[in-house]
């Protein structure tokens, strides 16, 4: 597994609050997106979209900035695919296409996607999709959504996936079944697996707890609703410097003793234990997402 670009947070700003995307523009995060789905009541869907349309022309820290539009079933689909074409499709880098049931829905946000890039002048799949994985029929299609076209992620949502299952629990938690699931369908086609929000903001220490399964479990990132949030996202999902320098040695170690000059052997034992050509790919994990969140090696190898 590689990782060429961290997706550690992924922030959920309310599209009908200019107060929160103004204060969304500062945020240092792997990934914002302006919400025009759960988070906007049906009678703001409108002053939402003119917010959005208007914070097109700011700039936003956060490197990849995405918008959630309302479901393919929804009766606002298709002022937000209007949107698009009226020219957020010009600078949206991609969508959060919210309750996918299988892989047509993605195909047909796709060709409507193409027609915005071709008439935004853009490249054929700039805009990519973030497919949200929230029902009992998107887990068990999950593997096709993941394959489909412009999908770069899986995003789990917990309060919409309990609600579709009749999950009576008082909390909203994610499923360790359906996080399984998900990594799955997202590595064997090669993209990010997100785990969800955690609701109560104010509650850091579920939060790290939710957080820190999902990362242990191999996710990439998870969802974030507020500011307080953001600095745990990154820890957890962040290799520490000496997990980071560990893998990174290791892996010197194992291209020395593959070498010819280190013996050319496919199993060697370092440091007290036997490393192979597993343990090359689980420390390339480690070292691909720490680089991509910005870590470099501060140890090296020495016989
Ligand atoms: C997120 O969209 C959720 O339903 O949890
Ligand atoms: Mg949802």
Redesign the pocket.
């Known amino acids: 597994m590689t990782v060429s670009r961290a997706r550690r947070s992924v922030f959920a700003v309310p599209g009908s609050s200019e107060k929160m995307i103004g204060k969304a523009l500062e945020f240092r995060v792997d990934q914002i997106f302006l919400d025009l ?2 988070a906007v009541a049906p009678e703001a869907k409108e002053l939402a979209r003119q917010l959005i349309s208007s914070a097109g022309q700011k700039k936003f820290k956060a490197p990849i900035v995405s918008l959630r539009i309302n479901s393919i079933e929804s009766t606002w689909f298709s002022d937000d695919i209007a949107l698009l074409n009226s020219g957020i499709g010009r600078w949206v880098d991609s969508i959060v296409l ?1 309750k996918v049931r299988h892989a047509a829905d993605v195909h047909r946000v796709s060709e409507l996607l193409q027609e915005i890039e071709r008439s935004s002048n853009r490249d054929e799949g700039a805009i990519t999709i973030d497919a ?1 994985i ?1 029902s009992a029929e998107g887990l068990v299609n999950c593997e096709e959504i993941a394959r489909a076209p412009r999908v770069t992620s899986l ?9 579709d299952l009749g999950m009576t629990s008082a909390e ?1 938690t994610s499923n360790e079944y359906a996080l399984m699931k998900i990594l799955v369908a997202a590595r064997a086609a090669g993209i990010a697996a997100i785990d ?2 955690t ?1 109560e903001v104010r509650d850091i220490a579920k939060f790290e707890s939710s957080a820190s399964i999902a990362a242990a479990m191999g996710f990439d990132g998870k ?1 974030v609703l507020h500011p307080d949030q953001i600095d745990s996202c990154h820890k957890i999902f962040t290799p520490t410097q000496d997990r980071f320098d560990d893998a990174s040695c290791l892996l010197e170690a194992y291209e020395y003793f593959t070498s010819t000059a280190g013996g050319a052997k496919g199993a060697a034992i370092y440091q007290g234990a036997m490393i192979d050509e597993a343990s090359r790919k689980m420390a390339l994990a480690i070292v691909s997402r720490g680089s991509a969140a910005g870590l470099h090696p501060t140890k090296h190898f020495q016989l």
């Open positions: 789905e759960d919210p949200q929230e995003n789990f949502g917990p309060a919409d996936f309990m609600a909203v969800g929000p609701l969802w």
